[in-house]
């Protein structure tokens, strides 16, 4: 069965220092790409990184990074230098296979950042 | 700007009344989805469509129904059927249907049954 796993409901950090949110994936498929989103008090989700699964590197979009260890199945996001604005929810997704119209959620970790 | 806008933001309907909830984007993007939030959960998948004049059902499409007649335009609307409709609707559309493309989402929708 395919499936995302976020197993921290809340973390709290302080102002300034990284933090890292885990995640862990299940799929048969070799071809998958693996996303993080944010959700503000807002609503709206916003994209911040993607990671394939053929990619050798890992992923970085600014403070972003995403720590991908493939026979592990994980897809950890890493945010250095938070800042309060960070405070959110945020969701690990999977999309699968060729025609991956479907994309799959983790239930979220909401992020408090301290100041 | 480009983007995908969902009406109403907020919705009060009483029980056995069918409501829409309007999405329409101007991304020129063929996929478009349709997912419900329950507090404290990820997203589930109601109904997708990859092109115009077709749709397939997502995990929870009881209770549900869609069209697609224009590419801009995917409306949702929840019928008496649905059984515990209160919740907040994201609708959300993607470039490719290839398994790297990101989804880009609407405000949502947060319907609230009486």
């Known amino acids: 069965a395919q499936k995302i796993t976020q197993t921290q409901p809340g973390m709290f950090v302080q102002e300034k220092e990284a933090v890292t949110l885990d995640c862990t994936y299940d799929t048969s498929d070799p071809s998958y790409g693996l996303f993080w989103y944010k959700q503000p008090s807002s609503g709206e989700m916003i994209f911040l990184i993607y990671?394939?699964?053929?990619?050798?590197q890992n992923a970085t979009e600014g403070r972003y990074s995403l720590n991908f260890q493939k026979a592990r199945k994980s897809a950890n996001l890493v945010i250095s230098a938070s800042q309060l604005g960070d405070s959110a929810m945020y969701f690990c997704a999977m999309r699968v296979g060729a025609g991956g119209f479907k994309t799959i959620f983790g239930a979220g970790t909401r992020l408090f950042v301290k100041a | 700007d480009g983007g995908i806008t969902q009406s109403p933001k907020y919705l009060f309907r009483k029980e056995g009344q069918n409501v829409t909830l309007s999405c329409e984007q101007n991304l020129n993007h063929d996929a478009m989805y349709w997912y419900r939030q329950d507090p404290g959960q990820g997203l589930r998948l109601i109904y997708y469509s990859q092109i115009v004049n077709d749709f397939q059902k997502g995990d929870i499409a009881e209770g549900y129904s869609v069209s697609r007649e224009k590419k801009e335009s995917f409306p949702l609307t929840v019928t008496s059927a649905q059984k515990n409709p209160t919740a907040f609707y994201l609708c959300?559309?993607?470039?490719?249907?290839?398994?790297?493309?990101?989804?880009?989402f609407g405000e949502g929708s947060r319907l609230t049954v009486l």
């Open positions: 959300a559309s993607s470039r490719t249907s290839l398994n790297t493309g990101e989804l880009f």
């Open positions: 990671q394939g699964s053929y990619d050798q």
